[in-house]
Every structure is written in C-alpha cells, then in structure tokens.
C-alpha cells in the first residue's frame, strides 16, 4: 500500500486548504484515517481521524475550520481546513491503519502567510 499525498501550497491567512491522500495496492476499502501534522521544530500531531461509520474526530485546534471525508470508489481520503492561521503551517501527513499495520503519505506542506 502506498499512500500520496496532494494538495499543498501557499496559503493566505483567512483562506482554506484542501488536501487529499490517494491510496494505491489497496487490497481493502478504507474505512478508517487519520491526519496529522508536524509544525516546524514541533512533534507532530493529529489533526482529525475518520472511522468506520463516518464517525469523525477533530483536534480542539482544528474544531469547527476542518473536514475530513473519504472518497471509496477513488480510494482516496480528504482534508478540508477553513479560516487559516500562521500556526497552521506545517507539513501535514495521511495515515492509514490496518489492523496493527499502518501507512503513512509522505508529507505535503502547507505553508500559511500572514
């Protein structure tokens, strides 16, 4: 399974992101990911997880600016963050866990100007 990630860019502050991560290899649907992100110099962090039943889960940083949904058909997951900051800049990264296996993107920065 490998994962590619897309999507980032330079940003204004105000404007929005949009990211996606498309798997290839998939023997399986997905029906579970996760986002996470690592700031410069930062551990990284989870932004928001996408679990079987559409059931989402969203970091307090991100509540309320970001969805995350999933295309099967594409296998392909999405991030959606609105209302950016500066502090939103980082590199941001897709996961996918598989029993005790899991599979990362390799990363794409988003960089957030002020």
């Known amino acids: 399974v490998q994962l590619q990630a897309s999507g980032g860019g330079l940003v204004q502050a105000g404007g929005s992101l949009a990211l996606s991560c498309t798997a290839s290899?998939?023997?399986?649907?997905?029906?579970?990911f996760d986002w996470y992100r690592q700031a410069p110099g930062k551990q990284r962090e989870l932004v928001a997880e996408f679990r079987r039943g559409g059931d989402t889960t969203y970091a307090d940083f991100v509540k309320g600016r970001a969805t995350v949904s999933r295309d099967s058909a594409k296998n392909t997951m999405y991030l959606h963050v609105n209302s950016l900051k500066p502090e939103d800049t980082a590199v941001y990264y897709c996961r996918l866990p598989w029993g005790t296996d899991e599979f990362w993107g390799q990363g794409t920065l988003v960089t957030v100007s002020s």
């Open positions: 290899g998939m023997p399986f649907s997905i029906n579970a």
